[in-house]
C-alpha cells in the first residue's frame, strides 16, 4: 500500500523540508511538491508536464526542478518550463510559512510570459520546419507574447506533434492520435503562432532576404530559422521501391505502418537502430511477430557496448522479436527477403530502421556554409547557432554546433536536445540570454517496460566503464572521449542520471 502523502493545505512542520529537497504532497487533492531554495519556499503541481512523471524522484539543480524521467526541466521559482522535453509550466501555489508551519493556501500560477523580456525589434522571424526544434523556439516566442512575428513553414501534412509517440506510445496502440499533437501557449492568451502544413520550401534567398515555395509563393523574412531535420535512409537495394516497404519518420507515416500492420501476416524490421528496435518492440505490442535483420553482431553496441547490446537484445528476445543477426539484405520481393546466406525471411510488410540524414539540400543551394564529416555534417553553426549567411539560423538534426564541453562540432540527431536549441534560439532572440548554447546532449531509448536513458556524447562506445550490474537491468555505464568521461548511459539510476547531467551542463540562462 503506497503512503499516503502530507496534505499542504493542513501543513507540515518546517523542519520537514530541508533546503534543496524535494517534498512531495497533496492539495486539494492533487499532487504538489515543496521546495526550499535559501529562505525561500516554493510549491508547484507535483507531476512533469510532459508525461506526468512524479517530480519528487528529480533534484533541484541550478534553480531548476528536473524531472527524473526524460530529464525536463522547470524553474522553482516561477514553474516555467525552462528545458524540454516539458512545453507547458508547472501550476504554482500561494503558501504561509509561520509559527514553524508551511500552509499551502490556493493556486496562484506565476506569470512566466513576464520572465521573457520583450523582443528587442519588430523582426518578422520565419521558421521553416515543425518538428522539435521548430515548434519549441516558435512556442517560447508565443509565451512570450511574440507569437504574431513568427510563421512556420512545415511540409508536414500535420501541425507540430511529438515524434517520438510514432515508434513508442501511437504506435504500440497507447496513444491516440490527437494525443501526439504539442501543445501551444496559446493558453495563456499569447498571439498565435502562424503554421502553415503542407507548405515545402524550395529555395532561399539570403540576399533579397526571400524563400520560396512549391505552390509559388515568395516569403519575405527578416530572420530564418532552418529546423528542417533529417529524412530516413532507404538503401539502394533490390525491391526497396514496393509500396510494402515503409519508413517511420512522420505521424503520417505512423499511420501507414498501423494501417499495413493490421493487414500484414509477416512483418520484418530492417535494421538493429534505436528506431528499429522500438519499432519491433511497439508491433510485438500489437501482437504481430516480428523478426529483426541487421548487419551486426551485437545490437546497438557500436554506441552503448557488447554488455548493453546483449541486454537490450534480450529484452525483445524476451517479447518473441526473433534476430537474424550478422546478416544484411540483398533484395525483396514483396512477400520475403532474401538475405546474403541465401536464406529467406518471410514479410509481406518491411519497416527500415537504416538512421537517418540531415535535410541540407535547401541551405546548400543558397550558399549556406556546411559542416564537414568530421564536423558530423549538417550545416555549420557558431556557439548562438548562427549559421554563415546573415540572419539564418540552424537548429535541430541539421546543426553542426561548436559544443563548449567537447571542445569540438557536433551533430545531435535527439529530440530533447533539438527541442532545446529551438527554446535557447528563441530566448536569445527575445534578449534573454547572451551565452553560447551549452545544453548537454539528452535522449531515452524505451524497450517495452525499461527505459534506458543517455546523457552526453561519446564519439564511441570502445572506451567505456560499466556501474552496477548490466543483465539485472540496473546499471550506469560512463563513455571516455580521449580518456575523459563524456557520455553516461543508466537504466534505473534516474537521480545519477541527472546529477551527472546538471554537472556537465554549460548554463546556457541569463
Known sequence: ????????????????????????????????????????????????????????????????????????????????????????????????????????TGRADANTQASLKAMPDQRRIIIVGGGAAGHACADVLERAGQGDRVLILSADADVPYDRTFCSKQYLAGKKERDECMLPSGAGQGAALVEVRTGTEVTAIDTRARTLSTADGQSVPYETLILATGAEPIVPAIDGFDRDTVHVLRTLADADALIEAAEKAKSVAVMGASFIGLEVAASLRQRKRPVPVIAKDDV?????????????????????????????????????????????TVDADLLVIGAGVKPRVELAEAAGIALATNEEGGGIRVDATLATSADGVFAIGDIASYPDPRLGHPIRVEHWVHAQRQGQYLARRLLGKVEEGFGDTPFFWSGHYDTSLRYVGHAASAKDRRIEGDVDEGAFAVFFREDGKEQALLTCQCDVEALEVEARWDMPASA
Not at 6 to 18: M, N, T, V
Not at 75 to 80: A, F, H, I, K, N
Not at 301 to 317: D, I, N, S, T
Request: aromatic letters at 6%; a negative charge; charged letters at 25%.
Open 1 to 104: 500500500m503506497a503512503e499516503k502523502k502530507p496534505d499542504f493545505a493542513a501543513g507540515i512542520a518546517s523542519s520537514d523540508l530541508k533546503p534543496d529537497t524535494i517534498l512531495a504532497g497533496e492539495f486539494d487533492g492533487k499532487p504538489v511538491v515543496l521546495v526550499r531554495q535559501g529562505d525561500r519556499v516554493r510549491a508547484l503541481s507535483g507531476e512533469c508536464t510532459h508525461l506526468g512523471a512524479g517530480l519528487e524522484q528529480g533534484i533541484i539543480a541550478a534553480g531548476e526542478l528536473r524531472c527524473p524521467w526524460h530529464h525536463a526541466r522547470f524553474s522553482v521559482e516561477t514553474g516555467e518550463a525552462v528545458g524540454a522535453p516539458a512545453i507547458e509550466p508547472l501550476s504554482c501555489f500561494a503558501l504561509t510559512e509561520e509559527g514553524g508551519v508551511i500552509r499551502v
Open 299 to 343: 545490437p546497438l553496441a557500436g554506441v552503448l557496448g557488447e554488455e548493453v547490446g546483449r541486454f537490450v537484445r534480450g529484452l525483445h528476445e524476451d517479447k518473441g522479436v526473433a534476430f537474424r543477426l550478422g546478416r544484411t539484405i540483398e533484395s525483396y520481393d514483396g512477400k520475403a527477403l532474401t538475405l546474403d546466406d541465401g536464406s
